[in-house]
């Protein structure tokens, strides 16, 4: 009897160490679903919201991404992008953090993270949240848009240069390529996209204009120094196929 008793305590023990393994490797499974998470991320001419800016170290994250802008954009983050997002469309980016961090994000799209399409991510730690705005169309007209650095908005225009946006091309009532110099001020600039597929006004490092839709145009005056300044429009493969010229300031 004792016999018996003493192979069943065995049989016992023998399938508690069974089992066991598949104990831990059921509560391992569980804790790994807990740190893999979906964080939405909308994307728009030009800026990112995401759902969530901050995750613990260790953590895997699935990015979906949807573009709700009126041209493609991508999103790139610790190392890893997306490929370029059409307007209106989804895509997902899966990334695991591993360290502790701060990290970029941004749009590689030219021009675009300018434009305020970038920002911070924080793997264990807090970051700040900011926003950037453009203008935006309404009725045919634009006002607004983002000024960066190198100028400023300014409020008594010496001088009004009316620009047309075509593809692909601009047309300049001064200080384009064999034109007269635009006088150093402040300078008008009355825009309206002429063509037939969106395009913007960006000086360059001063300031980038909204995106016109087809008919619309906007007015904005910024304040430029001496020198030849850069000008380009935003919108995808515009700059590869012209959209890009030199004003000449005095």
């Known amino acids: 009897m004792k016999g018996v008793r003493f192979a069943l305590a065995l049989l016992a023990l023998g399938a508690a160490g069974i089992a066991a393994p598949f104990a831990i490797s059921a509560i391992g499974g569980s804790s790994a679903a807990a740190k893999t998470i979906t964080i939405k991320v909308t994307a728009s001419d030009f800026k990112f919201v995401l759902s969530k800016k ?14 709700k802008g ?23 980016l899966k ?6 961090a701060k990290l970029s994000y941004l749009c590689t799209v030219p021009g675009h993270a300018a434009l305020g399409m970038k920002g911070t991510f924080g793997v264990g730690v807090t970051v700040t949240v900011t926003t950037t705005t453009i203008g935006t169309t309404t009725g045919g007209t634009t006002t607004g848009g983002t000024t960066t650095t190198g100028g400023g908005s300014c409020s008594s225009p010496t001088t009004t240069i009316t620009v047309g946006l075509r593809e692909y091309a601009f047309d300049l009532s001064q200080g384009g390529a064999g034109q007269a110099a635009i006088p150093a001020g402040c300078i008008q600039f009355n825009i309206k996209n002429n ?3 969106i395009h913007n006004l960006d000086i360059a490092g001063v300031k980038a204009g909204a995106l016109l839709n087809p008919g619309a145009s906007e007015t904005w005056a910024v304040q430029l120094t001496a020198g030849s300044k850069t000008i380009q429009c935003d919108v995808p493969f515009h700059i590869d196929r012209g959209m890009q010229s030199t004003l000449t300031i005095s």
């Open 95 to 100: 990334v695991v953090f591993k360290k502790k």
């Open 195 to 197: 063509g037939a597929e």
């Open 54 to 67: 901050t995750v613990a170290t260790g953590t895997t994250v699935i990015f979906k991404v949807t573009n």
């Open 70 to 92: 009126k041209i493609g954009h991508d999103f790139k983050i610790n190392g890893k992008k997306t490929p370029l997002i059409q307007p209106g469309k989804t895509a997902t």
